[in-house]
Protein backbone atom coordinates (compact mmCIF):
# COMPACT_ATOMS: atom_id res chain seq x y z
CA UNK A 1 0.00 0.00 0.00
CA UNK A 2 1.06 3.53 -0.94
CA UNK A 3 1.94 5.76 2.29
CA UNK A 4 1.60 9.35 2.35
CA UNK A 5 3.19 12.15 4.65
CA UNK A 6 1.96 15.70 5.23
CA UNK A 7 3.91 18.31 6.65
CA UNK A 8 3.12 19.99 8.67
CA UNK A 9 0.20 18.51 10.60
CA UNK A 10 -0.94 22.66 12.00
CA UNK A 11 0.20 25.65 10.08
CA UNK A 12 0.10 29.20 11.86
CA UNK A 13 -0.25 31.72 9.42
CA UNK A 14 -1.11 35.53 8.62
CA UNK A 15 -3.23 36.91 5.70
CA UNK A 16 -0.90 37.63 2.99
CA UNK A 17 1.82 35.28 3.99
CA UNK A 18 3.24 32.64 1.34
CA UNK A 19 2.51 29.09 2.44
CA UNK A 20 3.88 25.92 1.46
CA UNK A 21 2.50 22.37 2.03
CA UNK A 22 4.45 19.03 1.85
CA UNK A 23 2.86 15.91 0.99
CA UNK A 24 5.77 12.66 0.44
CA UNK A 25 4.35 9.24 -1.13
CA UNK A 26 6.08 5.84 -0.16
CA UNK A 27 7.14 4.87 -3.66
CA UNK A 28 6.73 6.73 -6.58
CA UNK A 29 3.36 7.95 -8.02
CA UNK A 30 4.33 9.97 -11.15
CA UNK A 31 2.05 12.97 -10.63
CA UNK A 32 -0.93 11.50 -9.89
CA UNK A 33 -1.52 13.03 -6.82
CA UNK A 34 -4.41 15.54 -5.94
CA UNK A 35 -4.95 18.17 -3.39
CA UNK A 36 -8.57 19.12 -1.83
CA UNK A 37 -9.23 22.11 0.93
CA UNK A 38 -11.62 20.83 3.33
CA UNK A 39 -13.61 22.88 6.00
CA UNK A 40 -15.45 22.38 9.22
CA UNK A 41 -18.55 20.02 8.58
CA UNK A 42 -17.99 20.03 5.02
CA UNK A 43 -16.91 17.89 2.07
CA UNK A 44 -13.71 18.30 0.50
CA UNK A 45 -13.04 20.39 -2.51
CA UNK A 46 -10.93 19.51 -5.33
CA UNK A 47 -7.73 22.33 -5.68
CA UNK A 48 -5.29 20.48 -7.92
CA UNK A 49 -4.51 17.38 -10.05
CA UNK A 50 -2.40 15.53 -11.37
CA UNK A 51 -0.03 17.44 -9.48
CA UNK A 52 0.24 20.87 -10.97
CA UNK A 53 -3.25 21.20 -12.93
CA UNK A 54 -5.64 24.05 -11.13
CA UNK A 55 -8.69 22.35 -11.15
CA UNK A 56 -11.49 25.01 -12.73
CA UNK A 57 -12.54 27.85 -10.94
CA UNK A 58 -10.34 27.82 -8.10
CA UNK A 59 -8.27 30.49 -7.83
CA UNK A 60 -4.60 31.23 -9.22
CA UNK A 61 -3.30 31.91 -5.96
CA UNK A 62 -3.25 28.01 -4.99
CA UNK A 63 -0.14 26.06 -7.21
CA UNK A 64 0.71 22.45 -6.63
CA UNK A 65 4.32 21.00 -7.96
CA UNK A 66 6.62 17.82 -7.43
CA UNK A 67 6.31 14.18 -9.14
CA UNK A 68 7.33 11.10 -8.00
CA UNK A 69 7.24 11.01 -4.49
CA UNK A 70 7.77 14.88 -3.00
CA UNK A 71 4.92 17.48 -4.07
CA UNK A 72 4.12 20.61 -2.84
CA UNK A 73 0.95 22.99 -2.92
CA UNK A 74 1.93 26.70 -2.32
CA UNK A 75 -0.46 29.26 -1.40
CA UNK A 76 1.07 32.87 -2.73
CA UNK A 77 -1.00 35.18 -1.16
CA UNK A 78 -3.27 33.73 1.89
CA UNK A 79 -6.84 34.89 2.28
CA UNK A 80 -9.08 34.73 4.94
CA UNK A 81 -11.31 32.06 3.18
CA UNK A 82 -8.47 29.53 2.76
CA UNK A 83 -7.79 28.54 6.78
CA UNK A 84 -8.82 25.38 6.45
CA UNK A 85 -7.73 21.58 6.54
CA UNK A 86 -5.85 20.52 3.55
CA UNK A 87 -5.30 16.79 2.19
CA UNK A 88 -2.88 15.29 -0.44
CA UNK A 89 -4.39 12.34 -2.45
CA UNK A 90 -2.41 9.47 -4.63
CA UNK A 91 -4.40 7.87 -7.02
CA UNK A 92 -1.50 5.85 -8.64
CA UNK A 93 -3.21 2.58 -7.02
CA UNK A 94 -6.67 3.19 -5.59
CA UNK A 95 -6.84 6.30 -2.86
CA UNK A 96 -4.81 7.04 -0.10
CA UNK A 97 -5.04 10.43 1.82
CA UNK A 98 -2.57 12.32 4.20
CA UNK A 99 -3.10 13.02 7.46
CA UNK A 100 -4.06 16.82 6.69
CA UNK A 101 -2.51 20.39 7.14
CA UNK A 102 -4.02 22.54 9.45
CA UNK A 103 -3.97 26.31 8.40
CA UNK A 104 -4.93 28.42 11.06
CA UNK A 105 -4.63 32.11 11.76
CA UNK A 106 -1.53 33.18 13.51
CA UNK B 1 -25.20 20.53 -11.99
CA UNK B 2 -23.56 17.71 -10.43
CA UNK B 3 -25.21 16.66 -6.86
CA UNK B 4 -24.26 13.93 -4.92
CA UNK B 5 -26.56 13.45 -1.67
CA UNK B 6 -26.07 11.04 0.89
CA UNK B 7 -28.29 9.13 3.03
CA UNK B 8 -28.74 6.56 5.23
CA UNK B 9 -26.12 7.40 8.77
CA UNK B 10 -27.38 6.85 12.19
CA UNK B 11 -26.23 4.81 15.66
CA UNK B 12 -26.10 1.27 15.23
CA UNK B 13 -24.67 -0.91 18.03
CA UNK B 14 -21.57 -2.51 17.12
CA UNK B 15 -22.51 -5.79 15.38
CA UNK B 16 -24.93 -4.08 13.88
CA UNK B 17 -25.32 -3.39 10.36
CA UNK B 18 -26.26 0.07 8.51
CA UNK B 19 -27.16 0.99 4.57
CA UNK B 20 -25.95 3.94 3.00
CA UNK B 21 -27.33 5.35 0.10
CA UNK B 22 -25.71 8.35 -2.46
CA UNK B 23 -28.32 10.14 -5.02
CA UNK B 24 -26.40 11.31 -7.89
CA UNK B 25 -27.79 13.72 -10.60
CA UNK B 26 -26.52 16.19 -13.19
CA UNK B 27 -24.29 14.00 -14.84
CA UNK B 28 -24.42 10.62 -16.86
CA UNK B 29 -24.30 8.33 -13.43
CA UNK B 30 -23.36 4.83 -15.44
CA UNK B 31 -20.69 6.33 -16.98
CA UNK B 32 -18.68 6.96 -14.02
CA UNK B 33 -16.38 5.15 -11.29
CA UNK B 34 -18.08 5.72 -7.51
CA UNK B 35 -16.07 5.74 -4.15
CA UNK B 36 -16.85 5.95 -0.33
CA UNK B 37 -14.62 7.96 1.35
CA UNK B 38 -14.73 8.00 5.07
CA UNK B 39 -13.27 10.36 7.83
CA UNK B 40 -13.81 9.49 11.97
CA UNK B 41 -13.95 12.40 13.92
CA UNK B 42 -11.05 14.86 13.77
CA UNK B 43 -8.62 12.61 11.48
CA UNK B 44 -7.95 12.35 8.05
CA UNK B 45 -9.33 10.80 4.94
CA UNK B 46 -10.11 7.55 4.59
CA UNK B 47 -10.54 5.77 1.18
CA UNK B 48 -13.15 2.64 1.86
CA UNK B 49 -13.99 1.28 -1.78
CA UNK B 50 -14.80 1.73 -5.50
CA UNK B 51 -17.21 0.10 -8.47
CA UNK B 52 -16.67 0.86 -11.49
CA UNK B 53 -19.77 2.33 -13.88
CA UNK B 54 -21.01 -0.97 -14.96
CA UNK B 55 -20.04 -3.03 -11.34
CA UNK B 56 -17.54 -5.02 -12.90
CA UNK B 57 -14.67 -4.09 -10.81
CA UNK B 58 -15.00 -3.38 -7.03
CA UNK B 59 -12.46 -2.86 -4.60
CA UNK B 60 -12.65 -2.63 -0.88
CA UNK B 61 -9.89 -1.32 1.88
CA UNK B 62 -8.51 -3.46 3.88
CA UNK B 63 -10.44 -2.28 7.00
CA UNK B 64 -13.73 -3.18 5.37
CA UNK B 65 -13.33 -5.95 3.30
CA UNK B 66 -16.05 -8.88 4.11
CA UNK B 67 -18.11 -6.62 6.24
CA UNK B 68 -18.40 -3.72 3.40
CA UNK B 69 -20.25 -4.21 0.36
CA UNK B 70 -20.81 -1.83 -2.37
CA UNK B 71 -23.29 -1.89 -5.18
CA UNK B 72 -25.32 0.79 -7.53
CA UNK B 73 -28.83 0.97 -9.44
CA UNK B 74 -27.77 3.46 -12.59
CA UNK B 75 -31.71 2.82 -13.51
CA UNK B 76 -32.01 4.78 -10.06
CA UNK B 77 -28.85 6.91 -10.29
CA UNK B 78 -27.78 5.41 -6.89
CA UNK B 79 -24.73 3.96 -5.08
CA UNK B 80 -24.90 2.06 -1.79
CA UNK B 81 -23.02 1.38 0.62
CA UNK B 82 -24.16 -1.99 3.24
CA UNK B 83 -22.23 -2.53 6.39
CA UNK B 84 -22.40 -5.29 8.35
CA UNK B 85 -20.48 -6.51 11.76
CA UNK B 86 -19.98 -2.49 12.41
CA UNK B 87 -17.28 -1.64 14.71
CA UNK B 88 -16.83 1.55 17.33
CA UNK B 89 -13.93 2.39 14.83
CA UNK B 90 -16.19 2.78 11.94
CA UNK B 91 -17.18 5.71 13.54
CA UNK B 92 -16.96 8.35 10.59
CA UNK B 93 -18.53 11.00 8.10
CA UNK B 94 -18.85 8.76 4.97
CA UNK B 95 -18.89 10.85 1.96
CA UNK B 96 -19.98 9.49 -1.44
CA UNK B 97 -16.85 11.12 -4.42
CA UNK B 98 -17.45 11.03 -7.95
CA UNK B 99 -14.41 9.18 -9.69
CA UNK B 100 -12.16 10.64 -12.71
CA UNK B 101 -9.05 8.96 -11.20
CA UNK B 102 -9.53 11.82 -8.49
CA UNK B 103 -12.64 13.11 -6.73
CA UNK B 104 -13.56 15.77 -8.57
CA UNK B 105 -17.16 15.83 -6.74
CA UNK B 106 -18.14 14.43 -2.83
CA UNK B 107 -21.22 14.79 -1.60
CA UNK B 108 -22.16 16.47 2.03
CA UNK B 109 -21.34 13.46 3.52
CA UNK B 110 -23.88 10.92 6.24
CA UNK B 111 -22.70 10.41 9.54
CA UNK B 112 -22.35 6.98 10.95
CA UNK B 113 -22.02 6.16 15.25
CA UNK B 114 -21.26 2.98 16.25
CA UNK B 115 -21.92 3.14 20.21
CA UNK B 116 -23.48 0.72 22.89
Known amino acids: DIQMTQSPSTLSASVGDRVTITCRAS??????LAWYQQKPGKAPKLLIY???SLQSGVPSRFSGSGSGTEFTLTISSLQPDDFATYHC????????FGQGTKVEIK | EVQLVESGGGLVKPGGSLRLSCAAS????????MNWVRQAPGKGLEWVSS????????YYADSVKGRFTISRDNAKNSLYLQMNSLRAEDTAVYYC?????????WGQGTLVTVSS
Open chain 2, 97 to 105: ARDTNFGDY
Open chain 2, 26 to 33: GFTFSTYT
Open chain 2, 51 to 58: ITGSSIYI
Open chain 1, 27 to 32: QSISSW
Open chain 1, 50 to 52: KAS
Open chain 1, 89 to 96: QQYNSYWT
